[in-house]
């Protein structure tokens, strides 16, 4: 067999075995997207948090996390937010967040801003954010990059 041919074979074999995953990935996975008028909420322990229960409130049917179950950091930006900086990353902290990725509920152009929230050891912004709405009226958190959100009760 010519080298040409086992190329040939090889990216055959791969290309069937990519549909074979992504249809199984629909059969068996489903979709794994949220619906774009949801929150989607994750217990603290996968937000990041240190909590021990792992509970949360429920307020009008939407889960929501008390700031002081957060890592600290995220209680640091909170008070930077509230004060208006300084941040840590002035180019980034406080510009939109388009919620292109329809995990919070939908909302008109320039609604929500995203905050750095500093990971310990970490060399770049890394993953966590805070993300505010309507001014302050609403906070988020992420740990993930905007692959989950927890509503967050500042107060608590």
């Known amino acids: 067999m010519t080298s040409r041919k086992r190329i040939t074979l090889a990216l ?9 995953g992504w249809f199984a990935r629909g ?5 794994t997207t949220a619906p774009p008028s949801k929150t989607t909420v994750v217990s603290s322990q ?3 948090g240190a909590t021990s229960s792992g509970k949360a409130t429920r307020s009008g049917g939407e889960v929501t996390e008390a700031l002081s179950k957060l890592p600290a950091e995220a209680a640091r930006t ?17 510009v939109e967040f388009g919620n292109r ?14 905050y750095t929230v500093p990971t310990p050891g ?7 954010r805070l993300v505010t709405g309507g001014g302050t009226k609403e906070l988020y958190y992420t740990a993930d990059h905007y692959e989950s959100f927890v509503k967050v009760d500042p107060n608590r």
């Open 12 to 20: 055959a074999g791969l290309l069937g075995l990519v549909l074979v």
């Open 101 to 114: 990725e329809k995990r919070l509920p939908s909302q008109g152009k320039g609604y929500y801003r995203e």
């Open 46 to 48: 996968q937000a990041g």
């Open 78 to 94: 909170w008070k930077l937010i509230q004060s208006n900086g300084p941040f840590p990353h002035p180019d980034r902290d406080g």
């Open 27 to 31: 059969l068996i996975g489903g979709d």
């Open 122 to 128: 970490e060399r770049t912004r890394g993953a966590r």
